[in-house]
């Protein structure tokens, strides 16, 4: 640890922490542009300039030093003990001396020199650092009178607009191109002042390369300007418009940190957000962008049943009903507990599949439980990031939870498909975006007798349902995920479901207090307290201690 | 009349003397050997401490100390020989490589031989054609002749040198600017510390010398501490009790252009004053004397009442300007200051390398600033402001007079002291380029201001008179800092 006299405050900071990052830790703001935790640090901005004190052997005393340092690069260590600072610190550093502030001002004024004020038609107002530091450390007004240069706006790619306009010329994205996803695709053209971000163009300007690899979108997050913006979100919302709220990305097995963002009617966008251990400060654009289906307008809001062969839509008390009649009516004599499979879904929490098993196990009295989820994709490795085949959120916490109780056996695949195609009652939890069914699988699923489907869209398992129950995506329920290396994360509730759609555990709770189950949860999180007490493993997997953090598995 | 003392340049003119063999008739690399023979890596970089020896290349830094900070425990080490001579106004190093190539390579064994050093590379300016084709056969020469490559001399030594041609950019003469292009990146200066005697090319320790840093080596071996320190004056650093040594030692090439009637190199010692060196370059060619810039375009101007300051590190950096790379640009009185400054701050606009935010946006504002008061479009306020100066206390202060408003000298003053403060001599900017581009912009406003007023006042370029177009010395604010510093004793 590092003894530091940080202006007024004595603090210690771990050996090798940047004077930014010291200040932060302390509450003190020490604003900057081009250094960002997760890069290289090129102290071009020049914002962080803070007065380092040194020992000037000729006056015998400690003065601040001639030149100002840039705190991004200026890193604290343990001196020897021959070189402390009056005898006791390790550094002495102002950053709100007079002299940094002047600095400060006036890096602001050059980087507002060329930059048009079009803040009210900018995505980035409300959470752009040009404005927030201009406000806070800038000058009121500017002695700029001649030309601004107007460099073009341009198309990176699929997802990402250049502003050029708008540029600071941070290199923000250049780094991450070149560190994080390795694909280099972005780089500086022309000198100076006419210094432009570009991808790679022939003499036509047609472009050589175009900016769209699957971690593109990070680079729009880490402007600190509104110069790269995100073609999904253009001029959908002001930021201070949004609520945020955080939670985990559902779109593979990884399970990234994420704030939600979201107004009343619908997720507006995912940001990722920091987590040491898994995603660091990055996400990739199929989960960035792949919220689109919570918001889809042909989410199922009302219970199905098939009428005459066709999907009607009912009531809640019907649709359940129905259900209860097929188990303990007349017909249920038929019925023995081995003939019914229950199929819990790798796109559920932790909470949903813990009730599923629960309901398998003490009222279906069952022992065949599966698993279902989103067909595998591709494994996609960057040099600091992996985007993981498995493109369910939680398949290693539904297959511990739905094997909880019954032995560890949770059928998976072939087997799974072999054990519907001669069941008579199957309830298959599915949700998530649209999944496709291969031949074997609708296959399978079409000779059960009775088939009841809870999803959140219409899609191949729906079509075949004789029953269908409309649940929740990940945006609308509270819950737990567990990743693939065994981080157990929340998720939150920010919007409300679409029409009369509930959230997965509780349909599945209704229907086994309609079925004479002893099962009386209120909220999600006295749910993972039961996982805690009966899971291995699942100990410490509280809400309360999973927090924002998560806990890793024991 | 002072004259010429030729070291350097004293075989320059021999015909041949760029081949291996005439270069032998003259001593070549007679002092590498003496060297290798003679002395342990460490004596030479004792002798060249000793020497005072203080780097060619602008900075002035003393080359011993250099070599000191260079850790001897992380192998490889590299040389990297800048000769990206890319300063306006300089032209020595350049008839260096085109006719005594053998020179430079010598020094650069001396040096690698002093630093454990195997590999050298020579970066050299792109326009230098001609230089780069007479290093390269050099090069072949003295490899073949067994002076370069593996086992020198049967002495185990090792150096290989490449040479790299730039591509054009002024930004790669600054030596990280220089390491970031010979990596094969865009040439754009790195933050430091790191410098680069710590992590340079390749992230390894490299040693950046200028080509005439290098070439100064074989006469500090061959002839001896004592001979060379006897050249040019050693001061004493007043900031110290007793006072510290500092040397200036040697001579300089000396790249004399502009008003004068011979221009070129001239070898002499350090020390001597403006008047005599435009003496030795075949007196003024004009009228008076309006202006000298004494180190390459970079450097603070001097007025005619300056003309007494010695050209030499020392002297220059107490008078507030720097001896820099020896590019000294002589202005007559025909000459308009503020067209100097346009021109001057055209070229740094232009080769702002646009890494850092001060001199990426700064330079072109400064630029558009002259441009405007050149194109006679200068602000003036209406109103007035109480005038400073020497008070009636003889002190600085409040005159109890009052002055006109120039709005935009005041902008251009306080956008380029934005950049990097002249008074302070502090810079915001990753490089030095920053101050490079103020003080030229301060200095020329603060000491001609009487012309850039009339410029603003008449809506055109004007030019004043020497005497008119001068701010007095006793209304000149940097003149009155100017410390003359006394010599050794």
Known sequence: ?554 | MVQERRILYEHLDVPDINTFDVFRQYDGYKRFEKAINEYQPDDISKMVMDSGLKGRGGAGFSTGLKWSFVPKDIKPCYLCCNADESEPGTFSNRYVLERNPHLLIEGILICCYAMGIETTYVYIRGEFTLGKKMLDAAIAEASAKGYLGKNILGTGLDVDIYTHPGAGAYICGEETGLIESLEGKRGQPRNKPPFPAVEGVFKKPTVVQNVETLCNLPFIVGNGVEWYTQMGPTYGDARFDPPKPDPNTGTKLYCISGDVNKPGVYELDLGLTCTELIEVAGGLRGEEVKAVIPGGSSAPILTHYELDTRLDFTSLTLAKSMLGSGGIIVMNETRNIVDCLLNIMKFYAHESCGQCTPCRWGTPWVRDIVQRIADGKGRQSTITRPKFGIAENGRWGDTGETEEIYEDLDLLESVANNIANVDTMTWNTICVFGIAVSWPAVSYMRKFRPEFEACIREGKLVTLSVAEATMKPEENYAYQQRIIPREME
């Open chain 1, 1 to 554: 640890m590092a003894f530091i006299k940080l202006n007024d405050l004595e603090v210690e900071v771990e050996d090798g922490t940047n004077v930014v990052e010291a200040a932060r830790q302390h509450g003190i703001e020490v604003p900057h542009y081009c250094y960002h935790p997760g890069l290289s640090r090129p102290a071009n901005c020049r914002m962080c300039l803070v007065e380092p004190y040194v020992f000037f052997p000729p006056a015998g005393a400690i003065v601040p030093d001639r030149q100002l340092a840039t705190g991004c690069t200026t890193v604290l260590r343990t001196a020897p003990p021959d070189r402390k600072l009056d005898g006791k610190y390790d550094f002495i550093v102002q950053t709100d001396s007079p002299r940094v502030k002047k600095a400060r001002e006036d890096i602001l004024e050059f980087l507002l020199v060329h930059h048009p004020l079009d803040c009210p038609v900018c995505d980035q107002a409300g959470e752009c650092d040009l404005q927030d530091f201009s406000y806070r450390h800038g000058h009121d007004k500017s002695r700029y009178l001649e030309v601004k240069n107007v460099p073009p706006k341009k198309d990176l790619g699929p997802d990402v607009l250049l502003y050029s306009t708008r540029c600071i010329v941070c290199t923000r994205c250049i780094r991450f191109c070149d560190e994080v996803s390795g694909s280099g695709e972005l780089g500086l053209i022309h000198r100076g002042s006419h210094d432009e971000i570009d991808i790679p163009r022939n003499h036509g300007g047609a472009p050589l390369q175009l900016l769209d690899n699957k971690l593109a979108g990070n680079v729009v997050d880490i402007c600190p300007v509104g110069a790269l913006i995100s073609k999904d979100f253009l001029f959908k919302s002001r930021p201070w418009f949004m609520k945020k709220t955080n939670s985990i990305c559902a779109g593979c097995s990884v399970g990234c940190n994420i704030t939600l963002e979201y107004k009343e009617d619908g997720v507006y966008r995912l940001k990722p957000r920091f987590h040491g251990e898994i995603n660091q400060h990055w996400m990739c654009d199929d989960g960035r962008l792949g919220y689109h289906y919570v918001n889809s307008d042909d989410r199922l809001q009302l219970p199905l049943k098939r009428v005459d062969g066709e999907l009607t839509p009912t009531h809640w008390a019907d649709a359940l009903a129905l259900i209860t009649e097929k188990l303990l009516g007349t017909e249920a004599a038929d019925v023995a507990p081995e003939d019914i499979v229950v199929i819990g879904s790798a796109q559920g929490t932790n909470e949903d599949n813990y009730v599923l098993q629960q309901f398998a196990h003490d009222v279906l009295k069952t022992t065949q439980v599966g698993l279902f989820g989103q067909l595998p994709g591709e494994e996609h490795k960057f040099p600091q990031f992996t985007i993981e085949a498995d493109k369910n959120p939680n398949t290693a916490g539904a297959r511990t939870i739905l094997g909880a109780a019954n032995g560890n056996v949770v059928l998976e695949g072939d087997a799974l498909w072999e054990r519907v195609a001669g069941a008579k009652v199957v309830y298959l939890v599915s949700g998530g975006p649209e999944r496709p069914l291969e031949a074997a699988e609708s296959a399978a699923l079409e000779k059960v007798d009775f088939l009841v489907v809870q999803d959140v869209l219409p899609s191949d398992v729906t079509q075949l349902a004789d029953v269908v129950l409309p649940g929740t995506t990940f945006a609308e329920k509270d819950g737990t995920f567990t990743n693939s290396t065994g981080w157990v994360q929340r998720i939150r509730k920010t919007i409300d479901a679409p029409g009369e759609a509930r959230v997965d555990w509780e349909i599945t709770q209704q229907l086994a207090k309609q079925l004479g189950g002893e099962m009386n949860y209120h909220f999600a999180g006295e749910i993972a307290l039961a996982i805690a007490e009966n899971v291995p493993g699942y100990g410490e997997a509280t809400h309360q201690k999973v927090g924002d953090e998560g806990v890793k598995l024991t």
